[in-house]
């Protein structure tokens, strides 16, 4: 299983970006996807996910409304749509995914390398 992460970058806070998180190597439409975030020194922080059966989304409350994950299941791609930007949600985001939607990151045993976002104030 490999997942590739791109779309990160330099945005001025009330911005947008879209992240992607690419797969191969497993049935992706079999399989929930969720979003993390990261920064130095802390856990890998749940932000969002979508489910395999019915496209459910869940988010955290911090992203609720701001966010919005997506997937193309013909391109074996998920998506994080993120608008109005703010400094705090500067980190590296990754990818995983699962048969069962957690929001603890142990639950997933496949991982990306991540990409960053940088949110300047």
């Known amino acids: 299983v490999q997942l590739v992460e791109s779309g990160g970058g330099l945005v001025q806070a009330g911005g947008s970006l879209r992240l992607s998180c690419a797969a191969s190597?497993?049935?992706?439409?079999?399989?929930?996807v969720a979003w993390f975030r990261q920064i130095p020194g802390k856990e890998r922080e749940f932000v969002a996910a979508i489910e395999w059966i019915g496209d459910a989304t869940h988010y955290v409350d911090s992203v609720r409304g701001r966010f919005s994950v997506s997937r193309d299941n013909a391109k074996s791609t998920a998506y994080l749509q993120m608008n109005s930007l703010k400094p705090d949600d500067t980190a590296v985001y990754f990818c995983g995914v699962n048969r069962i939607i957690r929001r603890d990151p142990a639950g997933y045993p496949y991982w990306g390398q991540g990409t960053r976002v940088t949110v300047s104030s």
């Open positions: 190597g497993l049935v992706f439409n079999a399989y929930n």
